[in-house]
């Protein structure tokens, strides 16, 4: 799958957000080292702090079914005139798992800069730090 296929995957993901709040949709794809892909949404909840983004929907699924140490690229996606950066929370839990990850994060006209995890966080916390 090209990086411009995982973004459109990415975008299929918006009309399922359930964005009440923000009126802001994110969509996401989290490919896997065998080709396994993952798709996410964001989902609120009027207690706030309960949303979920579509990077960590997509990453707990991975994780659900036993993708753990071979995620290779995420695609984020919204419909915002400028990339739709994931959040903060999101970086830290896709660093987690996958610290080498590649990230393609797109704007409402499906272009996207392409960039690494370790851009995106750099100097992050992550298992190895607890050795």
Request: proline share 5%; net charge negative.
């Amino acid at each position: 799958m090209t990086d411009q296929e995982l973004v459109e995957l990415a975008f299929t993901m918006l009309e399922r957000s359930y964005v009440p709040y923000s009126h802001f949709p994110v969509g996401a794809a989290l490919e896997c080292a065998d080709g396994t892909i993952f798709t996410g949404c964001n989902v609120e909840n009027s207690a706030y702090g309960s949303t979920i983004c579509a990077e960590r929907t997509a990453l707990v699924k991975a994780v659900s079914e036993g993708h753990r140490d071979d995620l290779t690229r995420i695609a984020v996606v919204g419909n915002s005139t400028e990339p739709c950066w994931p959040c903060g929370a999101c970086r830290q839990m896709l660093y987690e798992f996958a610290p080498d990850l590649t990230v393609l994060v797109a704007q409402k006209d499906h272009s996207f800069v392409k960039l690494s995890l370790k851009e995106l966080l750099p100097h992050g916390f992550g298992p190895k730090s607890m050795d």
